[in-house]
């Protein structure tokens, strides 16, 4: 156990001094016309222009280079996480102000979507089903602007104006109630219908907190929802208390 420990060390030791020594590394690089003073990059070690670095502002101030900040801010918000500072170990989160000018407008538009996102409550998140629009709402302030939608599911957007229906998420059904629509044409026609029945093709469930589809490639019947973080059990939806599954399910795929 001591040997574990003290290895561990070793490799803290290691990539601290590997880390202090990158981050001071620094020469001038004569040109035909003028010397450039390049450094390291200590995220990915390549040698960049000072002018080629980014002062982190939120709290840390790495310098890092801009093809490493473009790599954490598109791989980051693929995977729908919060958008870090790249350099190892780091938690400090990219602000809007040091990504302006790194990355371009569709991943600036998208990290101001994150951080709406994450301040509103999971169950509390209501999206436009328009797919030119889908605006991030939050279901208490839709009922604030019209308290009567208190005892319905319909739901306007205040962004495109569009009446929607919250349990199906498709355009108003006016005049007919949720069941009804969902044995129409105009549902089973729907994009909503067709994407219903391509989770049931391919087996996939939905989160039984929040309803987002999960997906499962192998491993334990326990999985927990990257949306919500809800723990259950993928064959049943029961919900998995301490650790442990309550349900009978086999733990194993």
Same mark, same amino acid.
């Given at each position: 156990?001591?040997?574990?420990?003290?290895?561990?060390?070793?490799?803290?030791?290691?990539?601290?001094?590997?880390?202090?020594?990158?981050?001071?590394?620094?020469?001038?690089?004569?040109?035909?016309?003028?010397?450039?003073?390049?450094?390291?990059?200590?995220?990915?070690?390549?040698?960049?222009?000072?002018?080629?670095?980014?002062?982190?502002?939120?709290?840390?101030?790495?310098?890092?280079?801009? &093809? *490493?900040?473009?790599?954490?801010? @598109?791989?980051?918000?693929?995977?729908? %996480?919060?958008? +870090?500072?790249?350099?190892?170990?780091?938690?400090?989160?990219?602000?809007?102000?040091?990504?302006?000018?790194?990355?371009?407008?569709?991943?600036?538009?998208?990290?101001?979507?994150?951080?709406?996102?994450?301040?509103?409550?999971?169950?509390?998140?209501?999206?436009?089903?328009?797919?030119?629009?889908?605006?991030?709402?939050?279901?208490?302030?839709?009922?604030?602007?019209?308290?009567?939608?208190?005892?319905?599911?319909?739901?306007?957007?205040?962004?495109?104006?569009?009446?929607?229906?919250?349990?199906?998420?498709?355009?108003?059904?006016?005049?007919? &109630? *949720?069941?009804?629509?969902?044995? @129409?044409?105009?549902?089973?026609?729907? %994009?909503?219908? +067709?994407?219903?029945?391509?989770?049931?093709?391919?087996?996939?469930?939905?989160?039984?907190?929040?309803?987002?589809?999960?997906?499962?490639?192998?491993?334990?019947?326990?999985?927990?929802?990257?949306?919500?973080?809800?723990?259950?059990?993928?064959?049943?939806?029961?919900?998995?208390?301490?650790?442990?599954?309550?349900?009978?399910?086999?733990?194993?795929?």
């Amino acid at each position: 156990m001591d040997k574990e420990l003290e290895l561990a060390r070793q490799k803290i030791d290691l990539v601290m001094a590997r880390d202090a020594i990158a981050s001071q590394t620094r020469w001038i690089e004569e040109g035909d016309d003028t010397n450039t003073e390049n450094e390291t990059c200590p995220a990915c070690y390549t040698h960049v222009s000072r002018p080629h670095k980014l002062e982190v502002r939120s709290g840390c101030f790495h310098l890092i280079c801009f &093809t *490493c900040i473009r790599d954490c801010v @598109s791989s980051q918000l693929a995977r729908g %996480d919060t958008v +870090l500072c790249p350099y190892p170990g780091c938690e400090n989160e990219l602000v809007l102000e040091d990504c302006r000018g790194v990355v371009d407008d569709d991943a600036l538009n998208l990290i101001i979507h994150r951080k709406k996102e994450k301040a509103i409550p999971v169950l509390d998140r209501v999206y436009c089903p328009k797919p030119s629009c889908n605006f991030l709402m939050a279901d208490r302030d839709l009922l604030a602007i019209d308290p009567r939608q208190k005892k319905s599911v319909e739901r306007t957007c205040v962004e495109c104006g569009l009446c929607f229906c919250k349990k199906y998420h498709v355009p108003w059904h006016y005049k007919k &109630t *949720c069941d009804e629509f969902k044995k @129409s044409q105009a549902y089973l026609t729907s %994009d909503a219908a +067709l994407f219903e029945s391509l989770v049931k093709t391919q087996g996939w469930i939905k989160c039984p907190q929040c309803a987002t589809v999960v997906q499962k490639n192998g491993g334990c019947q326990r999985i927990s929802c990257r949306h919500c973080n809800h723990k259950f059990c993928y064959a049943c939806g029961a919900a998995c208390t301490r650790k442990k599954m309550s349900c009978n399910c086999s733990p194993q795929d």
